[in-house]
């Protein structure tokens, strides 16, 4: 039984408990209230709901003074006030603001145009900052900005360069700002220098490296070697590295680049020092775990490196790459292939260890086109060269997506290679196009250096009705032709891949308004031709060919006895066989980067159907080169020979003519070659012409439709083929334009002569719609 001191003692407990609870609601209550209302004063630009979102409380939340100071700081932290107060009055929360000031515009200035900055870079760099206008200003943001035009300069050798700015803030609460640019003078490599490399020499090295010591004082002043660069510096000092890892110095480095300025900042001197280390040769390549196994000749040829060569890392990497491929090509799309270097017996060669992990073959489980909304799904899967069901194989796919690049039908064709959600081993090729025009309809009025005045119209789809084919129909007036035709063209007739044409045409032909001679051609036919494909990039095409002609000769080979000959032949009909060869290998239809495109063309008149006998040979070969990135090379030739058989001369007006935009740049269209009398050009059996551009891309606003180049043409026209001399060569150059505009390639050239005759007429430029490189 408890004692009453014990009773007490409890009581007290109880007393003291519910004092210590009343105290703590008390306390408590006075530092949590229920938030009711949140009051936001002082906004001009920012709106409400912008404020409410950086809150990290909302009403109905217990409101404390812990609290009400972190919706301080989060304001704070936004950067778009200047000033936040906060009180709580009766659980609603008044907050008080003070905008920073928005921008109302930024001025550069004292930069020198495309030297460090320019309009565009400025542009950019106002919007990663955050200092357009309409933006609210921030400091910090106008300090990031300051320190990266700094270094822009200081990138570009401009290490004098001195920046300052002024913020002028108006009574509507905007800020001006202006930078003004003290850009003083880039800094001149005045001397490089290298140290440590015994296997290259410097001047070698240095030539690497597209900055560095003044080249001789009238070149510098066009190449600006002297110009100190970060940019170029680093990419040089990359090509030194690459230089060395290419002749097996796996260990270079650079121990030490020491740049020195002089007391005006104006002067550079730069020291390189560079350990090569040992350099190490090839032991041998082995391959090892894979099914497939390659002989040792069909390794070098992977890799392109022999026993004893210098280790070169490219090589490997590219060897490895054409491996990976040949193992996707036998259907293991996804194998894995690593490279590692182990040390052989000898300390300066080393063995190349590819280790392959194959997995599983993979199968083609749907081809799935999408965004051909027009063309036909059948036109697309009769260029492919790998079907559903079928082994994966790279190269197909690849040359799949070329052919169907090649029917110039999309602007773009994309391909992403998706495995199936239900078998590990099959995979659907997901094919995106981006169709464009293929239909042309043209009317209007034009005048050319060639034919002259014209009216011109037409309709030419190239994709009829989606199905593939090409339906072409055009009308011409001009001074020298008049023509009217029509073509259809089945390019894939049966299953086989044949195809078939045919059409009619009717044309008059006045040759005096092509600066050629004085005669005309009235003509009508007919023409049928069909095609058998050889591989999937060559075909052979004969066509048969009818017409019924009228042939006049002018006043000028009536008076003068020109061609008095064949002027008092009855040419009545013509029937033609021709059977052309056709090879395209291009990797884009437009403008290629890599490929062959070549014609053989043989055509005869037939006898007893032809009232004059001649046959005609024809070639054509186009080849392009990747260079790089930005440079194609391309070399073309063409040869085209006619003459006549059976005792027959070649009929005037199927000679050969020489010169201008399709032919030799830089001489006037149809001028070159033997002439009559009258100055006209007589034309001749044998015309050949060789060429070589240069072509690179030129971007302007994120289209890539337009390519600058510089060629040099060389050919040549002999009346007979047994007359041809040297002398007959012609040979010029100059520099190209090429726009693919929605109507058609849009060509500029300029051309000068570099062999010429005295009386050859030359024209050194020309502007042309619907040609190309």
Known sequence: MPSTF???????KNKFLLLFFSLFFIISSSYAEVLEKIEITGLNVIDRGTVLSYLPIEVGDNLTDK???????????????????TDLILRSLNISLNENPTVKYLDIKNFKDNEVLSEEIILNLKKNHDLITGKIFQKKNLENLLMQIKSLYELNGFYSSQLSFKVDIDSNNRAGIVIDIEEGNQALIESLKFSGNDFFESDFLADLIDVGEPDFFLLNYFTEKDSFNKKIFDSGIENIKNEYLKSGFLNIEFEDIKMSLDKNNEKLSIFIKISEGPQFRLNNISIVGQDIKFSENEINNFFEVSKGDPIDQKLIIEGIKKLSNSYANKGFAFAAIDSSLASSEKSDEVNVNINVSLNNKVYINRIIFSGNTKTQDNVLRREMKILEGQLYSKKDIDDSIIRLKRLNYFDNVSLSIQRSSVDSDKVNLL????????????????????????????????????????????????????????????????????????????????????????????????????????DSDSDIFGELRFSSLDVFCGSTFASSGYEL?????????????????????LNDNLFPTKGTRKNLKALISIPGLSDFNYFELKSGTQTYFDLSNNLTLKTGLDLNYSQGYAGDDLPFFKRHYSGGSSSIKGFDFNSLGSKYPDGNPKGGELSFLANTTLISPMKYDGMDQMRVGAFVDMGGLSEKISSFEVD?????????????????????????PLKKKTDDATKSFSFELGSNF
């Open 565 to 585: 000959e064949q002027c008092s032949k009855n040419y009545s009909h013509e029937t033609t066989s021709s059977l052309n060869y056709s090879s395209n290998t």
């Open 431 to 534: 094919i995106k196009v981006s169709e464009k025009k293929t239909g042309e309809m043209s009317i209007g009025l034009a005048h050319s250096s060639s034919t002259g005045a014209a009216v011109n119209a037409g309709v030419r789809q190239r994709n009829f009705f989606g199905t593939g084919n090409t339906l072409d129909l055009k009308f011409t007036n001009s001074e020298a032709v008049e023509e009217i035709s029509l073509y259809f063209l089945d390019p894939h007739y049966n299953i086989e891949g044949h195809q078939f044409s045919y059409g009619v045409f009717s044309k008059k032909l006045d040759a005096s308004n092509l600066d050629v001679s004085s005669y005309q051609i009235d003509e009508i036919g007919a023409q049928f031709g069909y095609g058998i494909p050889i």
């Open 728 to 752: 007959d060569i012609r040979i010029s150059s100059g520099v190209s334009f090429v726009w693919a505009t929605p109507i058609g390639p849009l060509s500029i050239y300029f051309a000068k």
């Open 67 to 85: 609290t009400i100071e972190t919706v301080r700081e989060s304001l704070i932290k936004t950067g778009f006030f200047s000033q936040v107060k």
């Open 6 to 12: 014990e009773n007490k003692n409890s009581n007290m």
